[in-house]
Nanobody, 115 residues
Framework: QVQLVESGGGLVQAGGSLRLSCAASRTIFRFNAMGWYRQAPGKQRERVAVITSGGSIDYADSVKGRFTISRDNAKNTVYLQMNSLKPEDTAVYYC?????????WGQGTQVTVSS
């Protein structure tokens, strides 16, 4: 079993920045992919950004150019740098780790962007 613990959420004004962290309880380099998802009230959970073990990165169109995902295998941590935040970025952000036949989720961290 793997535990993923997110941190770094909070309240920020539009145009501001936050950096989310996802600390894994074990080494992350064996995961095929790690990523960030978000869920706003009344909406489905959506993929925000994913980084694979090979270093490939994919972003949702809505965050391209504003968000940056990165991973530090030595610290077993994945980050999401969020710049130029907008009120529509308000959501609970979840960390995810995938391996063959396995799918792990963190408990989520709230991000609220005020206008």
């Amino acid at each position: 079993q793997v535990q993923l613990v997110e941190s770094g959420g909070g309240l920020v004004q539009a145009g501001g920045s936050l950096r989310l962290s996802c600390a894994a309880s074990r080494t992350i380099f064996r995961f095929n992919a790690m990523g960030w998802y978000r869920q706003a009230p009344g909406k489905q959970r959506e993929r925000v950004a994913v980084i694979t073990s090979g270093g490939s990165i994919d972003y949702a169109d809505s965050v391209k150019g504003r968000f940056t995902i990165s991973r530090d295998n030595a610290k077993n941590t994945v980050y999401l740098q969020m710049n130029s935040l907008k009120p529509e970025d308000t959501a609970v952000y979840y960390c995810n780790a995938k391996a063959v036949g396995l799918d792990y989720w963190g408990q989520g961290t709230q991000v609220t962007v005020s206008s």
